[in-house]
């Protein structure tokens, strides 16, 4: 039979042993068979890119291809007229959460990116599926699997070199300072400057995780906040984030300053409470440095939830207990939440209304309550009293 | 997302749009982060006769009162964590064994050692997939080369070679051109001689190096491995330096070295910085000066405005030869008004005085009244020298002066009395005002002072018998 052709639609056995739509993205031959074998390189409409997977014919149902007609179909949001493919895209972009780009960079994106290289990485103690492209440099496109070093995050095509690796690294935790300490939980800033490598092989892990996090420019300007487990082998990374090294004359607004760059946290300690505890402990520094701070945007699918959840909780805690009235202002100085960050999350729970001439904020503590449920439990906690920070004064 | 709809202030705290369909609604002004909003705690505070609301108040308490969830609250996403499938992960058997439990956490927070590539003899350096297989080949027949020496030499070959090409000054901020070898085997061969390595063996991995440079067209180890330059479009090229412009902000911190060049500019800094403090010093010793000259001046007109008053202190003046010539000028008519009498009550205390400042006084003099003055004649002593230059120019202070109550009558003025206008009486009291006209101030007897005075400058002389007409 023949080969399929990229770009084909057809439904295709996913894990969880159902078939669901897919687009062929690529395809390649098989190193044993025919001349027709090939495999497929698919993307899940209803998902995110993460899911892309190489898959074999036979996880395909090929009495589902579809057949090519593009014919006009009217969006019923829009009211416009446009062709079937046209309007997938749309909806398919809508669901992968790529609102935030526009269409060119998001095409340009997609082109470099839409293959995943690296299929498995094993970091520590786990082995971990990829969900996204990341440029490693050019050596290392012909592996599969890639072996990191879980402390200094150097990375390795074969497991005997991590190990004999292993043998020789010292490094048992980040190599930076740790500026908080509570329990097994600890937080370490690294200095991109002063560690470039170390910066540059997290950044390459992290890629491997993050659909838009880019990597054109160098780590010398970025904080890394890297957030570990300790036992006696060692701080495990669990997750971090990164932030922008503001100098003040580099500096051009400070009201707009990022307290955030990029945020994860490795798949096998996700839904755990410790992307929130990175997204409060960013705030805390943030009240530290006595800055108001939103993250640098488009933030992931999960990360908006993250961050809406954090908000709602936040906010809502201070509005079942303050008396008298209150400004977006006040509520931005006392959480360093920007106010446009305070302002949406409060519309996006309705929580804002037009009364009698004047705004007011609506504060029954059955109303919050239900809003709070709903965000979710408040994920592990930042002691502030553990915090032993000053904000970073570059040095010589 | 962008603040509520923009308004341009309508009668009833919003505008009157026509919304979708044509309904009617009332627009709100923007949203201002610094006014405070009131916080209504319950919703029986939002009950209102506002018909576009009301849904809104319904959904409200729709969501106060469910027991259980509903869909009303999934406004903020579609989707909850548990609906986004995410790849999937595994325990790796092997951990236990490869990592050991030999971490021991100090009780006080860890500090960042120095960058290791920086201090000490730690090999950077990994082997990678063709280097295995080389070595397996290298050693296929005996054992000869152990893994840790081959990445130990290769490590240190890498390093050698970037010292070398340093020296030569060909190392390049971003990846241009090729990047030579530049690193001789003799010289190679020397610097390692302490490893104790045969020279066969290390020819071999010499050759080896050698062959694997000149394939990658740049080191090998990464850490020493130049940047794509800026403006490289290829996006699978990553970690490009900033650009210039940015840098140039940092560049006062990043470079600041201690040397003499900083030295002798430091130095510099500092003598521009003594010069400026001594030139704000002259600054402000001008200016207390300039503060001083004022101060003096305040003080003369103040103590001319008291003598102006002592008419005999001038009058004596004015039997000095040259001086009347002067004052006949500039004597005025409402000078006749001036009650001589009431001047010899006037004590003036002397005030003393310094000699230094008779230059400053010479060109203030105020000029005595003429005419009237001269009907009463008294000798006072005259202790002051400076009352006999009197300056022509000098204006004559008519409200300072009290008003001649025969004068008055002689011109046909009735200071008011109780028939006038009002049934109380009052007592009144005349002065000269601006410009000479006369005016007449309602009194307080008691207190000697005017009731209720308008204007606010006037300053009545001291408080003496009253004079009532």
């Given at each position: ?396 | ?299 003369l007109q103040?103590i001319q405005m008291k003598y102006k008053n002592e008419s005999e202190l001038l009058e004596d003046s004015l039997a000095l030869p040259g001086l009347p010539?002067f004052l ?15 001047i010899?009550?006037n004590r003036v205390a002397p005030q003393p005085y310094?000699v230094?400042n008779q230059a400053l006084m010479d060109s203030r003099f105020v000029m005595p009244s003429g005419?009237?003055v001269?009907?009463?004649f008294r000798r006072r002593p005259l202790p002051y020298t400076w009352l006999h230059k009197l300056d022509p120019?000098e204006?004559?202070l ?72």
């Amino acid at each position: 039979m023949q080969p399929l052709e990229v770009g084909t639609r057809v439904l295709c056995r996913w894990r969880d042993g159902k078939h669901h739509p897919v687009k062929v993205i690529e395809r390649r031959r098989l190193h044993s068979g025919g001349p027709n074998d090939y495999e497929y390189y698919v993307h899940y409409t209803e998902f995110n890119r993460r899911l892309d997977e190489w898959v074999r014919l036979e996880q395909l149902d090929l009495d589902s291809v579809e057949n090519d007609v593009d014919e006009k179909v009217e969006d019923k949001v829009t009211g416009l007229k446009m062709t079937r493919h046209q309007k997938r895209k749309i909806d398919e972009t809508h669901v992968e959460g790529h609102e935030e780009l526009d269409a060119a960079s998001l095409r340009e994106h997609e082109e470099f990116t839409k293959v995943k290289n690296i299929a498995t990485i094993e970091l520590g103690r786990y082995e971990i599926e990829t969900w996204y492209f990341s440029p490693f440099p050019p050596e290392y496109n012909d592996s599969l699997n890639l072996y990191f070093c879980e402390f200094c995050l150097n990375f390795m095509k074969r497991k005997e070199q991590l190990q004999r690796h292993m043998k020789k690294c010292d490094l048992k935790h980040p190599p930076g300072d740790e500026i908080y300490r509570s329990g097994t939980l600890s937080m370490f800033e690294v200095d991109g400057k002063k560690n470039k490598v170390y910066g540059q092989n997290l950044c390459y892990l992290a890629k491997l995780f993050l659909d838009h996090k880019t990597l054109y420019y160098d780590v010398d300007l970025f904080l890394f906040y890297v957030l570990c487990e300790c036992d006696d082998r060692g701080c495990h990374m669990v997750g971090y984030f990164s932030k922008v090294i503001y100098l003040p004359f580099a500096e051009k607004h400070s009201e707009e300053s990022y307290n955030l760059a990029c945020i994860l946290t490795l798949p096998p300690y996700q839904r755990k409470g410790y992307g929130k505890f990175l997204i409060a402990f960013s705030y805390e520094l943030s009240k530290k440095e006595g800055k108001v701070g939103t993250p640098e945007r488009p933030l992931s699918d999960l990360g908006l939830l993250s961050y809406r959840g954090y908000w709602t909780r936040v906010l809502l805690d201070i509005l079942k207990k303050h008396k008298g009235n209150i400004s977006i202002k006040e509520l931005s100085d006392m959480t360093a939440i920007k106010a446009e960050d305070i302002l949406a999350t409060l519309q996006a729970l309705e929580l804002i209304q037009y009364r009698k001439g004047q705004h007011v904020i609506c504060a029954d503590p059955k109303v919050l309550d239900r809003h709070l449920k709903a965000a979710g439990r408040g994920g592990l906690e930042v002691d502030v009293s553990k915090l032993i920070w000053t904000p970073y004064k570059e040095q010589g | 997302m962008p603040p509520i709809d923009e308004g341009d202030g309508g009668s009833d705290g919003g505008d009157v749009v026509k919304g979708e369909k044509g309904v009617l609604r009332i627009r709100p002004r923007p949203l201002d982060f610094h006014k405070k909003l009131p916080i209504l705690k319950s919703i029986k505070d939002f009950e209102d006769d506002d018909t576009p609301t009301s849904t809104r108040t319904k959904m409200l308490r729709l969501v106060a009162e469910a027991d259980n969830e509903t869909q009303v609250h999934q406004v903020a996403s579609k989707k909850t964590v548990s609906e986004i499938p995410t790849p999937e992960y595994v325990i790796v058997d092997t951990y236990e064994r490869d990592y050991s439990p030999t971490f021991n956490q100090p009780t006080s927070y860890l500090r960042a050692r120095g960058v290791r590539a920086e201090i000490g003899e730690f090999v950077e350096y990994d082997l990678d997939n063709e280097d295995e297989d080389w070595l397996e080949e290298f050693n296929r027949e005996r054992k000869i080369l152990p893994a840790e020496m081959f990445e130990t030499i290769f490590f240190k070959l890498e390093v050698l070679d970037h010292k070398t090409r340093e020296r030569a000054g060909v190392i390049t901020p971003t990846l241009g051109a090729p990047i030579p070898v530049l690193l001789t085997f003799d010289a190679a061969a020397e610097a390692l001689q302490a490893l104790n390595v045969k020279y066969g063996v290390f020819q071999s991995i010499y050759n080896y190096w050698k062959e694997k440079r000149e394939r990658w067209q740049k080191p090998v180890l990464r850490r020493l491995q130049p940047p794509p330059p800026v403006n490289d479009t290829n996006p699978y090229n990553v970690f490009r330096p900033r650009e210039k412009a940015h840098r140039l902000h940092t560049r006062r911190m990043q470079r600041r070295e201690n040397n003499v060049q900083s030295f002798e500019k430091l130095r510099q800094v500092r003598r521009n910085l003594e010069q400026a403090k001594n030139l704000l010093d002259a600054l402000i010793k001008r200016e207390e000066k300039k503060r001083e000259v004022i101060e003096s001046e305040v003080t003369l007109q103040r103590i001319q405005m008291k003598y102006k008053n002592e008419s005999e202190l001038l009058e004596d003046s004015l039997a000095l030869p040259g001086l009347p010539s002067f004052l006949s000028k500039f004597a005025s008519s409402e000078d006749e008004f001036v009650d001589s009498d009431d001047i010899q009550h006037n004590r003036v205390a002397p005030q003393p005085y310094t000699v230094q400042n008779q230059a400053l006084m010479d060109s203030r003099f105020v000029m005595p009244s003429g005419g009237g003055v001269k009907r009463e004649f008294r000798r006072r002593p005259l202790p002051y020298t400076w009352l006999h230059k009197l300056d022509p120019l000098e204006p004559v202070l008519l409200f300072t002066k009290p008003l001649d109550a025969a004068k008055l009558a002689a011109a046909g003025i009735v200071p008011p009395t109780a028939s006038a206008t009002s049934s109380r009486s009052y007592n009144s009291h005349g002065r000269i005002g601006r410009g000479g006209r006369i005016i007449f101030d309602r009194w307080n007897p008691l207190m000697h002072t005017p009731i209720d005075s308008g204007d606010s400058l006037y300053i009545p002389p001291k408080p003496r018998p009253p004079t009532h007409n």
